[in-house]
């Protein structure tokens, strides 16, 4: 069971050389291993969506996924979408629409609604919604975060 | 002072507290990491009763990396989890320890604990620890009649009663009576981020550190130092990001002592996160109580008396709230209405399920439900509609303040001031009452299945007695405000930098809140029962009047000029309304007050101030919710189509914050009403175990929620005119929608049990 593999991960653009047990989750190498605590881990069985990240541009669970799945691959966590002080479109709206409370769910929301915005930047607000809805947020009661993910949209579509 | 100065309390300005939680840079509990940790997981009983014949840990202790696993008498020194609230006597046998002694009382029980180099280890080292139990029979159901739970004693340890006036000669003299059985199913807080701790024992010093720590960090100081032997002042708590509290994180739970105990003997640091399974069956649950409950009307509805007695379904220890739930339950029952005569008798039942405590409007939101749904059935007996019965029986503002003769958490409820009608009205506006109403009669006409219903309710908020602030100017001019509240991202840091910064006359971005820091402030009580805007804001204003006091003394003589001449502007010194002329920065004065200055005298050095604010009442907002459903005949299912909250704050310091507090608060109210439930097999083995079985609202879920924020009704009790904002948003849900369902059946009186689930619905739409 404490057999341990030796992988690359690269997060956000740098490559982290680490061991890891086949059974690991790269939800917990990300944070463990890789010292990359923004992603959150809230149920460890593929719900609530805190765990989100990019893997090859696309959302999944880190919780579902072990972390010799996703070796090699392009990883963006929350920690990667702002370019030193100037924030993403996405955190930047989350802010001015009061889009998060106690902030444990907001980077898996952040990185569902880039991951699906770069590639449907015209999804309909339905659909947004929709897509929204497969992440869980116990403190906004998500009309705020729905704000703000369609105000970065506008903002993304433009740039 | 300068009538020019911005404002920032009543601005809805960004939160300080957002940038890190955007860029993934918070401390929650899981981001806590010492060298050399241990990390530690608990094995819970997989039965609701039954005895322990044999726990045996050497299986576990022999798989390399584990350290120590322990079982009840290794901790049986440690006296059990103490009361923090509402203690009553007879409660105090049924307290929890921190691992279960001879009996399991419910599935979640701690049994046994292990220690392991790594988390997943000591998953796998749980697995095997050999815990034999012998199954006993499970009481499930709070009401009937009253068994034995533990050994000699029974599963109703005590009753709370509470009431005033002449229920029997109100009765005989009504015109009529109404009664109603209601029930309230069993569901909880649950924050996205899950429990946890990290103990930390630091032999250089002899201090015991616990990471992790939210809403009460000094009570569960002292009651840690108490467990384990050790002086308050030896044990320092430390609060981090917390994600979510809602009543049930951040309360003394057994495994907050454990890493503790743990971190002591085994001399290295412990962690413990707990999973979502443990988070569902061993946090906190709540709500859960059936009311019999009955009015006396007058031949309008006027209510001469309601008379209420209903069953609290504890589960199966007594934590740290103790009667609290019940007890709010019971006193907060009579709402915003005239209740000339009243009796509440709350019997408090031990079941073999998780253990309750509070939930975000505890008892309220059990309360209003009930109480609303008296209303409404008064309405249908006297052949009013729900608006007209509530304008009746409401309060009306010459009344105020009106003397409850009820008590809780060592208060006297006095509702210190309220306009209920306006702001009822206000709701009915915010809705266009009648061309809604106009509007459901064509689209019933149409065949179509959609209400609308009403509930009010009066909120409690601003406990007391005290909280404390500490505010000090560094020589950069840097302003950290001390206080003993908690955050569990509401928005504390925010609020108290408004308020500090505007009667300090600093600038928002200069001022850092310390919160959740035992070693930082000697005292404080933390973040419970919509308390903090309300203690700690006027604490913190208090602070700052002083502070400015001695910031424009020591100005005075530095500028030769008046102290009343001058004004602090942005963190500068100026001579008020002249925007020339000589000025000196707050890190001039800060730096003035150097030990050893001349300027000094008698005074301590450096620039700071000190201030208590003490409250014997607490502040009662109220409001109003009204929610628009439709029914799918097919289905049974449930579409909330509009929802109002109209809710009297008395003062909004960030209204961006109130509207968040409440819209997060429908949310969870929601969840109630329609979707989450925990419930259990007739052997007591929990089924809602995962986000899969317990289901939370998603953005589908959430209606569009209009809310009105009101400040027709300042609290007289803090010179903000202060009310909490917390609770509001939750408390009247489950009634709002139940009067909403059944006025889109058809039928009065039809919802009598919350969740409502399609299943129920289509049942009644069979009728």
Known sequence: MTDKTNITLNINGRNHAISVESRRTLADAIREECGQTGTHIGCEHGVCGACTVLVSGEPVRSCLMFAQQAAGKEIRTVEGLARGDEMHPMQRTFME??????????????????????????????????????????CTGYQNIIKAVRAAAIEMRQS | MSGARPKLVGQSIARKEDGPLLRGQGLFAADVNFPNQLHMRVVRSTYAHGRILSVDLAPALAIPGVHAAWAFADVADIPPIDFRLTKLEQLAAYRQTILAKDRVRYVGDPVAVVFADDPYLAEDAAEHVAVEIEELPVILHADGEVGEFREGLPTEPAIIRKGYGDIDAAFAAAHATVSLSLSIGRHSGVPLETRGSIGRYVASTDMLEMYGAAKVPHWNRDQIARMLGRSPASVNLFEGHVGGGFGVRGELYPEDVLVCLAAIRLGRPVKWIEDRRENLIATNHSRQQTHHIRAAIDRDGRILAIDDEFYHDQGGYMRTHAATVPDLAAAMLPGPYRVPAYRAVGHIRLTNKTPGGTYRAPGRYESTFVRERLLDAIAAKVGVDGVEIRRRNLIDKSEMPVTRALETLGTDIVLDSGDYARLLDKALDGVSWPELQAVIAQRRSDGELVGAGVAMFVEKSGLGPFDDVHITIDITGHVEVVTGAASVGQGVETVIAQICADTLGVNYDDINVIHGQTNRIARGLGAFASRV???????????????????????????????????????LIVRSGISAGPSIKLAQIAAALAPGSTLLGNDEPGLSAEASFESKHMVYPYGVHIAVVSLARDTGAIDIERYLVAYDIGKAVNPMLVEGQIVGGVAQG???????????????????????????PTAREVPHIDVIISEDAPSPLNPMGLKGAGEGGTNAVGAAIAAAIDDALGQPGAITRLPVSPQMIKAMLRK
């Open chain 1, 97 to 138: 629409n009061h889009g998060l409370q106690c902030g444990f769910c907001t980077p898996g929301f952040l990185m569902l609604a880039v991951g699906v915005l770069e590639k449907e930047p015209d999804i309909s607000d339905h659909d947004l919604v929709d897509v929204l809805s497969s992440n869980l947020c116990r």
């Open chain 2, 670 to 696: 929601i969840g109630g009403a329609l979707y989450e439930e925990f419930t259990y097999d007739d052997r007591g083995e929990p089924l809602a175990v995962t986000f899969a079985d317990y289901l939370m």
């Open chain 2, 533 to 571: 805007t309300v203690m700690t804001g006027e604490a913190t204003r208090l602070a700052a009047v002083k502070l400015r006091d001695r910031v424009l003394a020591v100005a005075s003589e530095l500028l030769q000029s008046p102290a009343a001449d001058l004004d602090i502007v942005n963190g």
